[in-house]
């Protein structure tokens, strides 16, 4: 009969194994708006923020009386509120308190689960109301579809700086992989880092970023058929306006968001992007499709 003897069984709590890191790509690179707090409980959590005016200009022959071209300019206004509050409970009781070491890597825990939260939060929104969409049908690959989105910005005249564009790691790898054979002259600085670190830079006036994880959107299914009538009696279609009434006075109006009515909503998803091309019969002709703004 073999031997049998009792095992020692021993926890190596100061050597913990390596484990995951979200890198929090996207939450690094938004601008932080700060608030009163007193002021945020005394407005329900929601601060509105003026947007921009945008001037308009008339044509006036040199000493013409004008005064009967004045308009009138609407200020309008964007809201920003605190919408939730996570947190991340646990609980020690008097005795488990004693080893303070477990306190300290719980409370680490919560701190990376809260800052992954909003990461993911930030990638969220880009993805679903991103509004300037370049049309591809393939994974990014080279400098033209970085290019693209300079272009659709400049012709909105969205500012020329501080741009970032963050990347699946698939998509990024792919177009270091492009730069890495663009010049094949190595001891070229992007040559170098695009084949030795996968490092692609600043592109077509952008910093480029890849991310760890990405939202993945599902392929427009609403196809070529759809219309929305434009004609004024349709209504569909915005004017802005800075404040609205309500029962006992007036509240300031978001104006980013409008809704339309469309020919049909079959295979039509959140996140969907709208070509448009108009026609001769003053229908727009719609067209569905979808592409990961990130």
């Known amino acids: ?3 049998s003897f009792s095992k020692e069984e021993r ?11 979200d ?13 009163d707090q007193v002021m945020m409980e005394r407005t329900n959590d929601t601060i509105w923020r003026p947007m921009p005016y945008i001037g308009t200009s008339i044509n006036a022959a040199p000493g013409t009386d004008i005064s009967a071209l004045y308009s009138d300019y609407v200020q309008l206004a964007v809201p920003s509120s605190i919408s939730y509050s996570k947190a991340v409970p646990f609980t020690l009781n008097a005795l488990e308190l004693r080893d303070a070491l477990q306190e300290d890597r719980l409370g680490a ?13 930030i990638m969220d929104v880009a993805a679903a109301q991103g509004t300037l969409v370049v049309k591809r049908t393939a994974a990014a690959t080279g400098y033209d579809d970085v290019a693209q989105c300079d272009a659709i910005m400049n012709e909105q005249g969205v500012p020329d700086y501080d741009r970032h564009l963050a990347l699946s790691s698939r998509d990024y ?20 880092s695009a084949y030795g670190r996968s490092r692609v830079g600043m592109v077509a006036g952008f910093d480029t970023l890849k991310l760890d994880y990405a939202n993945r959107l599902t392929a427009a299914a609403g196809g070529g058929s759809l219309t929305i009538d434009t004609r004024d009696a349709a209504t569909n279609y915005l004017v802005p306006a800075a404040t609205q009434a309500v029962t006992g006075g007036t509240t300031n109006v978001d104006n980013r968001t409008q809704s339309v009515t469309i020919s049909s909503t079959t295979g039509v998803a959140a996140g969907d992007a709208f070509e448009t091309e108009m026609r001769a019969s003053e229908t ?10 990130l």
């Open 109 to 121: 825990a919560a701190k990376n689960k809260l800052a992954s939260d909003i990461n993911v939060a």
């Open 173 to 192: 790898n792919g177009m270091a992989n492009d730069l890495s054979k663009a010049s094949r002259s190595f001891g070229n600085e992007k040559s170098d």
């Open 284 to 293: 727009l002709h719609v067209t569905a499709t979808c592409s990961n703004v």
């Open 11 to 21: 926890v190596a709590f100061e050597n913990i194994l390596e484990g995951f890191q």
């Open 1 to 3: 009969m073999a031997n």
């Open 23 to 35: 890198a929090l790509v996207l939450s690094k690179n938004v601008g932080i708006y700060t608030t």
